[in-house]
């Protein structure tokens, strides 16, 4: 089973761009989708958006098309999410998930003046 | 996008009993359905894949089946630690959008 380690907790300003990194260990990064899936306070899983690093074929959930990108650097076997243009709304944890499986507790990221 | 809508939102049972829970997807999805479980402060757990795999250690008092639009979830012999919410996700034709369904938040008193 694959190891994830994410990038740590974050406070952003509304308008600005989060970037939230997600690191697999073992040599399963290449062949599964890297999923990114939020979590807001309370409530249910979102998923955002994936990619398939051998392929780097993304895919976008069409709510966060145009404001989200998904990559994936296959030297360092490491995935990152950028979210631009954040909101309020947006204050929520931040999983990435490698085929099946999650990687810890995921990210926090809170979006506040 | 494919909605899944999970009934019923809340179930409340005892130990020992057994939950049914039901996703429903709003276009068929094949088989290409997983169960994941989460608990407060930790991340999703799977469960179940390809609508009917249990995943890796999880035990056989968890069971599903289903395929094209209806699924379920069956707990048996239900223990105090099964209390958490159940989510089901679609994962049916990448780059078509992968979604969960809303959950289900199963109680045990």
């Known amino acids: 089973q694959v190891q994830l380690v994410q990038s740590g907790a974050v406070l952003k300003r509304p308008g600005s761009s989060v970037k939230v990194s997600c690191e697999a260990s073992?040599?399963?990064?290449?062949?599964?989708?890297i999923s990114w899936v939020r979590q807001a306070p309370g409530q249910g899983l979102e998923w955002m958006g994936g990619i398939v690093p051998i392929y780097e074929s993304e895919n976008y959930a069409r709510r966060f098309q145009g404001r989200v990108t998904i990559t994936a650097d296959r030297s360092t076997n490491t995935a990152y999410m950028i979210l631009n243009n954040l909101k309020s709304g947006d204050t929520a944890v931040y999983y990435c998930?490698?085929?099946?499986?999650?990687g810890g507790r995921g990210t926090l990221v809170t979006v506040s003046s | 996008e494919i909605v899944l809508t999970q009934s019923p939102a809340t179930l409340s049972l005892s130990p020992g009993g057994r939950a049914t829970l039901s996703c429903r997807a709003s276009q068929s999805v094949n088989t290409y359905l997983a169960w994941y479980q989460q608990k407060p402060g930790q991340a999703p757990r799977l469960l179940i894949y390809d609508a009917f795999n249990r995943a890796t250690g999880i035990p056989d008092r968890f069971s599903a089946s289903g395929s094209g639009t209806d699924f379920t979830l069956t707990i048996s012999s239900l223990e105090p630690e099964d209390s958490a919410v159940y989510y089901c996700q679609q994962r049916n034709d990448w780059p078509h959008a992968w979604t969960f369904g809303q959950g289900t938040k199963v109680e045990i008193k």
């Open positions: 998930s490698s085929g099946f499986y999650f």
């Open positions: 073992g040599d399963t990064f290449m062949k599964y989708a």
